[in-house]
């Protein structure tokens, strides 16, 4: 099972030190990631199959942010905005738990911050495509300027399906905006994403543009891809 019909990128991170997630070392070696972040159709596969209901499924509601929090009723992942998910929509309200389950039964896990923006930023084909240079780092995933991100500085209202729009550093695609992602670094009750979504700007999607969230917490615009070593 993989997080969406494009499959897994090419991009590698190397893992270099145990980040606050892990009790013990991590697995050593090359990691990589989704193309594209985890889609409905994919999560609701997994949920059927292990007979999950997702905290937002339970409690009856989604948040989304419109001068303030609000609690929107029957906002889940298969409904991210209330009505039925088209399957390539990005799998949104998922807890990190829930993200990380999801992971592991594909046989991966939830990527540290350091191998997402190792494949976020830092080309590392060998051939790469779309003007990219293998071993140059980049201001943003997808190159130079945040041009091509989905954001709301580029106007974008709701998330994009997933794998829209032109493929990233790596040939990943929306490691900028559409969602922000689960990563595996902890915090106490608080747990790291990275990327942005289509509700912020370009600044979030910059490599110091992570932010910490409560892990128990499920939104509209927060999604994950898995790392697969």
């Known amino acids: 099972m993989r997080g969406s019909p494009l499959g897994r990128a090419v991009a590698l991170a190397w893992l270099s030190a145990a980040g606050p997630a ?3 070392e991590p697995p050593a070696g090359p990691v990589a990631l989704d193309r594209t972040e985890v889609t409905v159709a994919a999560f609701a596969a997994f949920a059927d199959r292990t007979g999950l ?7 009856g509601y989604g948040h989304d942010y419109a001068g303030g929090w609000q609690r929107r ?3 889940h992942v298969r409904a991210p905005y209330g009505v039925p998910a088209a399957p390539d929509e990005p799998a949104v309200h998922v807890t990190w738990a829930e993200a990380r389950a999801y992971c592991e039964a594909a046989g991966g896990r939830l990527p540290t ?4 923006r190792a494949a976020a930023y830092t080309e590392a084909r060998p051939t790469p495509t779309d003007g990219f240079a293998r071993g140059r780092t980049y201001p943003y995933p997808v190159g130079d300027t945040p041009e091509g991100l989905h954001i709301a500085e580029a106007g974008a209202r709701r998330h994009a399906p997933v794998g829209s729009g032109r493929p990233g550093v790596n040939g990943l695609h929306h490691m900028g905006g559409n969602v922000w992602e689960w990563l595996a ?6 747990a790291l994403t990275a990327g942005g979504s289509w509700w912020y700007g370009a600044a979030q999607t910059r490599r110091d543009g992570l932010q910490w969230k409560e892990a128990a ?3 509209v615009y927060i999604g994950f891809r898995c790392a697969h070593p």
């Open 22 to 24: 892990w009790a013990g």
């Open 53 to 59: 209901r997702t905290a937002a499924e339970r409690d």
């Open 73 to 75: 009723p029957g906002w």
């Open 113 to 116: 911050a350091e191998e997402w």
């Open 185 to 190: 670094d902890r915090r106490g009750g608080e």
């Open 217 to 219: 917490f499920h939104a």
